[in-house]
């Protein structure tokens, strides 16, 4: 039980590594609120949470709105009286293709919903963190944007995905002495909505990696339950790589 009546949101929840995330953190004694935009899956998961004798509550939104990042926190407090963690993980990947061919609304797409959402995030998370005297951050970044060897197509991504290992760098130095820690978490490529499921694409991802397959949206889980737990009390400002040795690869 290594999350014990700690209280974590976790948006993304409603599939990929997000809906594996709330299972495990409720599964380690999480009190779990998850968001997402599909309210349906949303609620099924949350009462599959509950037939396991977990705790989650729901709420759909988006998280390019300030307001849903103020009322994931309040919906925390009002359930659960606080604030103790976050994993701020959706995210999209947006059009891939050279930047002079990118529409510019896709940049600002990709911009606003994986890093904007992040700061709004952290905006509202750290005050309720801050009432606890201690809290942890996670943020979903990527092995895209953080490997010295560049991936054509995807500027708008990579850039969104290294601007929130800046931002959890930021936060941690500002933070560390209100005992809140701050990390980003980078997965190689898993098996999700976003992966799609396409075989051949699933073959080329697989052979980027030295492990020579996607990991199970279940194990990077594992890696951010790590982050978000007291088991990492002396990790922060970190960019954690969880990526089957896709960076190692890419150099
Ligand atoms: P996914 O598509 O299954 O999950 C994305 C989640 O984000 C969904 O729950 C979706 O509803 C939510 N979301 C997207 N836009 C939203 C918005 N505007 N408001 C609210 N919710 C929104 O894919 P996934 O792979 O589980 O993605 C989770 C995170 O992992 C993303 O940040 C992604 O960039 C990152 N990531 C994925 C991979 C991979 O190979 N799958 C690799 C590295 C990083």
Do not use: C
Request: aromatic residues 6%; without cysteine; glycine residues 14%.
């Amino acid at each position: 039980m290594q999350l014990k009546n700690k209280t974590i949101i976790v948006t993304g929840a409603s599939s990929g590594i997000g809906a594996a995330a709330a299972r495990v953190f409720a599964a380690e004694g999480a009190n779990v609120v998850i968001g997402a935009r599909r309210g349906g899956l949303l609620d099924q998961l949350a009462g599959q949470i509950d037939q396991n004798n977990g705790k989650a509550v729901s709420l759909a939104g988006d998280i390019r709105d300030e307001n849903y990042a103020i009322a994931l926190v309040e919906l925390a407090k009002a359930e659960f009286g606080g604030l103790d963690a976050a994993f701020n993980n959706a995210g999209i990947l947006g059009e891939i293709g050279p930047v002079p061919d990118m529409e510019t609304g896709n940049w600002h797409d990709v911009i606003s919903t994986n890093l904007t959402s992040a700061f709004f995030a952290a905006k509202y998370q750290i005050p309720a963190m801050k009432e606890r005297g201690n809290g942890s951050i996670v943020f979903t970044s990527s092995f895209v944007g953080y490997t010295n060897g560049g991936m054509a197509g995807m500027s708008a991504y990579a850039a969104s995905k290294a601007g929130l290992i800046g931002l959890a760098k930021s936060l941690a130095s500002e933070h560390g002495a209100d005992g809140i820690r701050v990390n980003a978490l980078l997965p190689g490529g898993t098996k999700t909505a976003m992966s799609g499921d396409d075989p051949e694409i699933h073959e080329f991802i697989a052979g980027l990696h030295p492990l020579n397959r996607l990991a199970e949206p279940g194990e990077i889980a594992q890696a951010a339950l790590f982050l978000l737990s007291d088991q990492s009390s002396f990790v922060t400002g970190g960019a954690m790589i969880a990526d089957g040795g896709v960076s190692i690869q890419l150099g």
